[in-house]
Every structure is written in C-alpha cells, then in structure tokens.
C-alpha cells in the first residue's frame, strides 16, 4: 500500500524517523538540498514523472557543492514518497556535468536532460528493500572532484577553516623552481579520495585568483585584492596620457611595485601594445603570485623585480627582496638606474594593498614586519607635516605605498602616478600634494572585496596645495563600463573631536557600557566614567569614515572611552554628531571606510544655528534602532534612565512636544505612539523603565525559532509589532534622506 503525503517536507521527515536519521541535529541535512547523510545525497519528491529532470536537479545541487568546497557523495539517492521507491544513481557517471557550473535555481530548467541507468530500484516497503536502505545509508564514500578556477577558492577556505595554521604554500604550493612546496593541491592528504591531484605544474591558470588563495592571516597581512580586468582596461587611458608627458628624446618606465599576477600589466599589453608593455618595471611580495607572474609576462616586460627566481630571497611565502617598504628595495639597482637617469621619465601605475591601520601589531607576521619597515620609520620622522599626525596615518599600507612612491620615485614635473587608491590619502591624511589630471570611481566589489569605492587617477608631479575638490567619473560596474555620474570628493581637515566636551564634571563611577548598550562586566576598561544627573548618554563619533564601530550612542561611558558627554544642556547640538555617521550609505562610493565622503567639523557652529535642523536629529535619533541607550539598573545601585527616547517623562520628549512638527513628523511620532501602545502589552514590559526603539527590539520583540521547510525561521510572539518596528525603519530612512541629508553637506558635517 502506497503512502499519501500531502507535502514533502511532512515525508521526508517520516523517511528520516523511519531510518533512525537523527536529522533534528544535522544541519547539514536540513538546509543543503533535501539532505545529506554520510556518504549519500538525498531528492525527495511525493511523486516521480520525470526521473531525467530529478536527476538533472541532483546534479546542479553536486556542482554548486563542488564550488563550495563540499565533499560530494559518491550516492545519489532520489525518493519517490508516495511510492515508497528509492533510484539509486552513482555520482561518478555525471562527473563531467557536476564540473560544469550552473546559473539559477537547482530546481528550474531540467527539461531535456538524459539521465544514465540507475543503479538500484529499491521499494523500501519492503524487508528486503529497507535492508538495502540501510546498508546504503552506511556507506560514507565520495567522489574525488577535480579543482579548476570554478572551486579553488571555496576548497581554499575549507583548507584554512580545517587547518587554522595552514600556509598558502601548504594549500597550493609549486613544485617548480627554487623553492619546492608540493602542496595539498597535487598531493592531497587532508583531502585524500575528496580532491583528484592537480596535474599541471604551475598556478597560471588561477592568476586572477591568487589573492583570494591566501589564507586569513596572509590575506590580512597583504592587503592586497585583484584589479578587474575592465577597470585595468579603463585606466589605461590615464596611461596614454601619462605616456604623452613624457619629454621628447625621453625614455621611460611604467613602475608597479605591487602587481600581483599582473593584470594592470596585462591591460597595458591589451590595450596599448607591447612597445608600451616593454616599458614596464613590475614586482609582486607573495612567492606564488610571483611565480605567476614570471610565467605569464616574464618575456614581456622590461624587467621584474626580482628578474629570477635564482634571485629570490624567500621568507615564509614572500618574496623578501620584492618588499617595496624596505630600504633594499628603494635602493634596489635594477629601479634605481631609471629612476636616477635625468633622460628617464617615471609613470608609476598601481593598485596598492590595503590594510586597515586597526589591524597593526596584531599579529607576529607580516603585520608587525610591515609596520616595522623602513618606508615607516622614515614616515614617521616627518608625519607631522600630514594633516592628519595620527600613527594611524602612518600604519595604513596604502599610505606607506603612495608617500614612498611619491617621495622615493618622482623626481621631475613630466613623472606621474596613475593610483588605484581609497581617497583618504588625499581627502583627509595629506599624505601628498599632487596635481589631479583626470579620474574614475570604481566599484570595489568587483575586486574581490566589498562594494565601495576605489579612485583611479592621473597624478602627475606638479604640487598643488591649493585645490579642494577633485571631479572623478563613476563606473558603478566593470561587468557594464557605461560611465555614471561625476561624484565630487572634497577634503576634510578636522573630525567631530572638535565638538567634544572637555571636562564634564560628576563623580567617578564603576558603570561602563558596551556597544549594545548593555553595562560592561568582565572587561577592562578604558580611563575613568563619570556620573552626573546632568549627563544623558555618551557619544563615540570617532575619526572621518563611517565606521559603524565608530559611532556608538549608549547610556553610560562607552568601554573604550573614545568619545565624548552628552549633558541635558549640550545634547541638542550633540545629537547631529550621532546622525552624522548614521548617513544613509546607499550608492556603492558612499558605503565602507574608502567612501568617498567622511564626516567632519569643518563647517564650525553654523548648524547650532538651524533649530529645525537641530529638531530633525532629534527625531531621527529617538526613533533610531542604532540608539543604544537603555534604561537598566546599574552596578553601583543607580537607576539609568534612558532620556533619548519618547517614552513619557525623557527629556527628548518633553522638548518634542514643544516643537512644531510637519506631517511627515507627525506621521513617524503616530506610528511611534502605536509601537509604544503594543510594546506595553508584551509579556516582558517592565513599567519602571523608558523605552526607545532599540530596547524594544531588544527586549520586547520576542520571537521563537521554527523549522519551516528546508531552513530555520523566526516566529515573532508579536508580529503586528514587529511589523510596525520594520516599518519604521523604513520611513525613518526615508525621512533622513529628504530633510537631513540636504543640510548635513551644507554644514560641512558630511563633506
């Protein structure tokens, strides 16, 4: 007799309890495909009418685990429920289809397939047929993939998730050369029977990869990410016109200190030819993406640094005698003849690493080498020429590389310097005065990291310590090179720390809070925490980017003590400083620390002067779920309540309602009275305390979660709350762009 499930879920979970698959506690089993257990891939369907489509949809899911990385089961095991039938099909017959890669849904698309014989037809009803049941849900076997630039990354990062102090050399190697490192790639060990060797010689054909090969620590030491080969494409422009500045009789190199496999070098090649290419000086730090460099456009420019692999210096994966921050390199012959040749013009092209300063010293590799160097050492003796004298400025990589190469390569007029580069080197550190020819913003998220924004520009040699702003055309996408709109970057000389509050007076407490607003415990922190009845919360608007760490609103003093008071006397014009660093970051060249604008106090006190200004910040930060300040009792017996919400009796709403507020305020104010109302009919509603939006999120808007179908998901206890929560946030946004976002560059606060 055949069963009759109404949904695939309700049989698989009966298969599942059938055959003693304990799938509550194997997440594996639940969320990719309809399961994986040991050695074997499940598809369940209620019922069959098309065994090539679900063979096909099977074979999509195994391509998609490839990439990632997965094992992938030697067994694929389709279910038809309501039959109680079982196909058995062995995954190495499709091995060629699994190394394809697929776009879309595994589930849309399957017409047309031919699938091979399966293996076994098992009615599991049976005795016999749930004996063979089990004994294939035993068997824990799979199937050996072949790596290709499709999967390399995902089997990368399994490497060094499963093999936390794994080296790049340890994953890829290179049997080749000086320096021989099999590695796990061509010689499987931890992933013997998962991974077939790789039988080429050398990495070439991972070169636009490389930097995504790199293990965690190395990735973070580097900083480095690969150049998309449009934009390469597109900068080549900025090259041309360096080229034409070149002096009559002149020759000249194209410097790239930091070249990685070499795609600049390659657009060069592509869109200006070789003569051009043959001009070209290049060098790359990390050892395998030497090798591939060498191997790709060793016989194609004029020279690389260093020229053979005999004449590597090996350290550790690094190519020391390519480090541009050393002494050694700067003084290095084979650059030093061009550079020092009166007839020789320089045009440095490059996309130097990145590396947030934050992540100085915080390691014992090439982090605190790096910071060690002698491009640092020689910065520092002169940092307080930047404008901005903070080490930070110092220890960021990408300063390191543009200070250097300005002041170590740039001798005459004619020289330039075509810069992929976040803009702060410019707009805010003062790191150089060049002179501006032409640019372009490109979209980060097309070079193996995250959407922001990259300038890309022609600098030439000619000081200007004159000019404010810089006009760069954006190119939101290297899949579609369609010019966008120009974006305007405009310098920034002094962070919200000139706003701060010297000196607030009270008494020294013991209560700190978090960034969650919670009171530290367990924690050391930072300088001394004063109590004052005058005192309402504690702002950290810390530096010029958006840094969402930089921008904590709490109750108490913040842990770290990097910000400053905000008093019942100060607070009005305390509070933009908050919504500031809350600009919403929409368009890719405003999001992330190299966005092209930054927060700032260049404009002075003009905005003090604009109460309906003062009054919009106000309102956006009662009502702002990023508004950490909670009403809790404290450590050292004092009740905290929270004075920056519009729950009766705070501070923030007895001068709201003072106010005179338009219809959008008004609106957002209704919708905020109906969230209080709900909020009060939780079960965790606590009448001593205010709240704020943040703590009603908090603490009131519980949810369970609930398996539902293949994935978890929450069951809020109160959905017409969290509905109206949601909608909140959408037209506080909204609210912000239209009346706060206009005036906060007209006060220079974002510049």
């Known amino acids: 007799m055949t069963k009759q499930f109404n949904t695939e879920r309700e049989g698989q979970i009966a298969f599942f309890n059938n055959f003693r698959i304990k799938y509550e506690d194997n997440d594996v089993l639940i969320d990719n495909t309809d399961g994986v257990y040991n050695g074997n891939l499940f598809e369940f369907k209620l019922n069959i009418s098309d065994l090539n489509k679900v063979v096909f949809q099977t074979i999509k899911y195994l391509s998609k685990m490839r990439i990632k990385g997965e094992s992938i089961p030697a067994n694929i095991l389709i279910v038809s429920l309501n039959d109680e039938t079982m196909y058995v099909y062995e995954s190495k017959d499709y091995f060629d289809d699994i190394h394809k890669v697929y776009i879309g849904a595994a589930s849309v698309g399957n017409e047309g397939f031919s699938a091979k014989p399966y293996k076994d037809k098992i009615d599991y009803s049976t005795i016999d047929g749930s004996i063979k049941v089990f004994g294939l849900l035993k068997q824990n076997n799979f199937m050996p993939i072949d790596l290709d630039e499709n999967c390399i990354v995902g089997w990368a990062e399994r490497y060094y998730r499963e093999n936390p102090t794994a080296t790049k050399g340890d994953f890829i190697g290179d049997d080749t050369g000086k320096v021989t490192i099999v590695g796990e790639i061509r010689a499987p060990k931890h992933f013997k029977g998962l991974i077939n060797p790789y039988p080429h010689k050398t990495n070439e054909v991972f070169k636009y990869l490389m930097d995504k090969l790199n293990d965690k620590l190395r990735k973070k030491d580097l900083g480095a990410f690969y150049t998309p080969m449009p934009y390469a494409e597109k900068a080549c422009e900025l090259v041309k016109m360096a080229i034409d500045r070149v002096p009559a009789g002149n020759d000249y190199i194209i410097l790239d200190r930091c070249c990685g496999t070499g795609n600049l070098e390659q657009a060069v090649l592509n869109v200006l030819g070789e003569e051009v290419a043959s001009h070209i000086v290049c060098s790359t730090y990390e050892y395998y993406e030497y090798k591939v460099l060498i191997e790709r456009l060793g016989d194609k420019v004029r020279m690389i640094i260093p020229p053979t692999e005999d004449t590597v210096d090996y350290d550790q994966g690094c190519v020391k005698n390519a480090d541009a921050m050393s002494e050694e390199y700067i003084n290095n012959k084979c650059i030093k003849q061009f550079v020092d040749d009166p007839k020789c013009t320089i045009i440095?092209?490059?996309?130097?690493?990145?590396?947030?300063?934050?992540?100085?010293?915080?390691?014992?590799?090439?982090?605190?080498?790096?910071?060690?160097?002698?491009?640092?050492?020689?910065?520092?003796?002169?940092?307080?020429?930047?404008?901005?004298?903070?080490?930070?400025?110092?220890?960021?990589?990408?300063?390191?590389?543009?200070?250097?190469?300005?002041?170590?390569?740039?001798?005459?007029?004619?020289?330039?310097?075509?810069?992929?580069?976040?803009?702060?080197?410019?707009?805010?550190?003062?790191?150089?005065?060049?002179?501006?020819?032409?640019?372009?913003?490109?979209?980060?998220?097309?070079?193996?990291?995250?959407?922001?924004?990259?300038?890309?520009?022609?600098?030439?040699?000619?000081?200007?310590?004159?000019?404010?702003?810089?006009?760069?055309?954006?190119?939101?996408?290297?899949?579609?090179?369609?010019?966008?709109?120009?974006?305007?970057?405009?310098?920034?000389?002094?962070?919200?720390?000139?706003?701060?509050?010297?000196?607030?007076?009270?008494?020294?407490?013991?209560?700190?809070?978090?960034?969650?607003?919670?009171?530290?415990?367990?924690?050391?922190?930072?300088?001394?925490?004063?109590?004052?009845?005058?005192?309402?919360?504690?702002?950290?608007?810390?530096?010029?980017?958006?840094?969402?760490?930089?921008?904590?609103?709490?109750?108490?003093?913040?842990?770290?003590?990097?910000?400053?008071?905000?008093?019942?006397?100060?607070?009005?014009?305390?509070?933009?400083?908050?919504?500031?660093?809350?600009?919403?970051?929409?368009?890719?060249?405003?999001?992330?620390?190299?966005?092209?604008?930054?927060?700032?106090?260049?404009?002075?006190?003009?905005?003090?002067?604009?109460?309906?200004?003062?009054?919009?910040?106000?309102?956006y930060t009662c009502l702002s779920n990023q508004n950490k300040c909670l009403s809790f009792h404290g450590s050292d017996g004092r009740d905290y309540q929270n004075e920056l919400c519009l729950d009766g009796g705070a501070l923030a709403l007895k001068d709201i309602q003072s106010m005179k507020l338009n219809s959008d305020e008004r609106e957002l104010i209704?919708?905020?009275?109906?969230?209080?109302?709900?909020?009060?009919?939780?079960?965790?509603?606590?009448?001593?305390?205010?709240?704020?939006?943040?703590?009603?999120?908090?603490?009131?808007?519980?949810?369970?979660?609930?398996?539902?179908?293949?994935?978890?998901?929450n069951v809020y206890d109160y959905p017409e709350l969290n509905g109206d929560l949601h909608t909140l946030v959408t037209k506080l946004k909204a609210y912000y762009k239209k009346y706060i976002t206009p005036k906060m560059f007209e006060y220079e606060l974002v510049k």
């Not at 933009?576 to 190299?594: C, D, H, M, Q, T």
């Not at 009919?681 to 703590?695: E, L, T």
């Open 670 to 713: 209704n919708l905020w009275d109906k969230i209080l109302t709900e909020a009060k009919q939780c079960a965790n509603y606590d009448s001593q305390w205010r709240y704020g939006v943040y703590q009603i999120s908090k603490d009131l808007n519980t949810y369970t979660q609930k398996q539902v179908g293949k994935g978890k998901q």
């Open 348 to 619: 440095m092209f490059e996309n130097p690493p990145y590396r947030d300063s934050s992540a100085a010293n915080k390691t014992k590799s090439t982090n605190s080498k790096t910071v060690q160097s002698f491009v640092v050492k020689e910065m520092t003796k002169v940092k307080e020429a930047f404008k901005n004298t903070n080490i930070s400025t110092v220890r960021d990589l990408t300063n390191q590389f543009v200070w250097s190469g300005v002041n170590y390569y740039l001798r005459k007029i004619t020289d330039s310097y075509i810069l992929f580069s976040p803009c702060k080197w410019w707009k805010s550190c003062g790191i150089a005065n060049l002179t501006m020819e032409k640019g372009f913003l490109f979209n980060r998220a097309f070079f193996h990291a995250g959407e922001s924004a990259i300038t890309c520009a022609l600098w030439t040699n000619i000081p200007d310590c004159v000019t404010d702003s810089i006009h760069l055309t954006a190119y939101p996408s290297a899949m579609d090179m369609s010019a966008g709109e120009i974006v305007t970057i405009r310098k920034c000389s002094n962070t919200f720390s000139n706003y701060y509050e010297k000196n607030v007076p009270g008494d020294i407490t013991s209560v700190f809070c978090e960034s969650d607003g919670t009171e530290t415990t367990g924690r050391k922190c930072d300088g001394k925490s004063i109590y004052s009845p005058s005192i309402i919360a504690y702002v950290t608007p810390k530096g010029f980017t958006f840094d969402a760490n930089n921008n904590n609103l709490v109750r108490m003093t913040h842990y770290n003590n990097r910000g400053t008071y905000i008093t019942k006397k100060n607070y009005l014009r305390m509070l933009p400083l908050f919504v500031a660093k809350e600009y919403p970051k929409e368009l890719f060249y405003e999001k992330g620390e190299s966005g092209v604008f930054f927060t700032s106090s260049d404009g002075g006190d003009r905005y003090t002067k604009d109460k309906e200004f003062l009054k919009q910040c106000l309102i």
